[in-house]
């Protein structure tokens, strides 16, 4: 991977650090360590963990100053840049037959249409990357940095067959830096996104082996079903995958998991939630997922979810309250004289249809934890009319089907007088959805409270808990 050197602009310095003693500021320019450009954050990092370093910093004015440090090796110079990665954003260069921003509508904010796939963001944010854009160079760059974890997208360890669903010829090179990056120690999660009549059946189990033959390194295998959306204009057919499919790969799944179990100490391989919800199977609990490795992929997730809230039940407090939920504002009931029994407190949480069954559950276990509080919860799934119906996942729900679909029911006699949306379905510390409507426009549209529900199930049992 070339890279092109240039000075890094300093945005901020930490007071009473070593960039600040040395008088260096806002506004300078970092040119070189050691007497090498730096590349991005990574060649920064290495090169700061050093004793002893030379800065060369051009000032605001254009004065070069070259300054000599001695430091504690992991003491931070304590510099800002403008960019976090110190670089641009590598986008994906794939053109991948079951991408999901390729099959999303016109008129979204720009960001969605960004595809980045850039292995520094999964060494940092923990995304998923297929490597189809780093050459030798890189791969040896990122051995020698031992940047572990990293979170790869495989989909098939067949090369053309990976060439083909990538719409890149290059993609088959990957296996060359699968063994470079076990051989250097780095633990390697992986991901399959699978495509009916591509990757299912036979292929799966050549993927599964494959990818056992880079252990240590590897550490995990998700499943993960392509999703379709009905705007998939000019990309090829996917026949959709069916309730028969689903039990198919969950089998195939399960009997790689006793398998692994045995020989390697791990189940190895997880099938996301979304195959047991379209085989109206179960999930698998917390035990059976280990250590979670693969939430990013919907693996788990229920299952971490329903044990956090298990916990949330016994522990649950006000103090526990997020301002981001604005549950200090939902109705209160603890004021009624003591002669009279408190109100019911009716609650709806919105959900996508895949984490239905799941929410009404706790639902469930939640109102029976608390017989004498009332609080009468009902779970509305909503259908996804923005991308399709076979979009299931609440993570891709919208503002306008939610309004759309529950605003018919509220001339019943008893509708909810408050509902959590899950926070999931809102860009990440704002109130924005997908279609850019907000939290404030769902809840003006309904003309009752909306909330903001946490992700972590034990601090949402104490918003409703404190819904009573």
Known sequence: MAFQNRKHR???????????????????FLMEIDGT??????????????????????????????????KDEDEDLGLEFESALMDDVRICRNRCIFCFVDQQPPGLRDSLYIKDDDVRLSFLHGNYVTLTNIDEAEVARIARYHLSPLRISVHTTDADLRCQMTGNPHAGKLFSALEAFNAAGIQMHFQAVICKSYNDGAQLDKTISGLLQYRPGAQSLAIVPAGTTRHRDDLAALAPLTPGDALRVIRQVEAW???????????????????????????????????????ENGVGLCALFAEEFADGLCTASPSHATDQSRTSQLPNTTNQPRS??????????????????????????FMEHHPHSPCEITIYPIR??????????????????????LAPIWNQLNPPQAIFLPANAFRADTEDMLDGLTRTDVEAALGIPVYIGSADGAIFANQLLLAQ
Not at 340 to 357: K, Y
């Open 340 to 365: 009279l029994p408190p109100p019911t407190v009716r609650v709806g949480i919105i959900t996508g249809i895949a984490a239905a069954d799941c929410m009404r559950g706790l639902a469930a276990r």
């Open 37 to 70: 450009h730096v590349d991005d954050v990574f060649d920064y990092r290495m090169a700061i963990a050093s004793e002893e370093l030379t800065l060369l910093i051009e000032k605001a004015d254009g004065e070069l100053w070259e300054l000599e440090i001695e």
């Open 384 to 405: 996804n009319d923005f991308f399709g119906d076979s979009v299931t996942v609440s993570g891709l729900l919208t503002g306008q089907d939610v309004i759309n679909q």
């Open 257 to 295: 998991q006793v398998k692994c179990l045995a020989q390697i100490g791990t189940r190895f391989v997880y099938a996301a939630d979304e195959w047991y919800v379209l085989a109206e199977l179960p999930a698998p609990d917390a035990a059976a997922n280990e250590d979670f490795p693969q939430l």
């Open 10 to 28: 300093i945005t901020a310095v930490t007071p009473d650090s070593i960039a600040d003693q040395l008088e260096i500021a806002a506004g300078d």
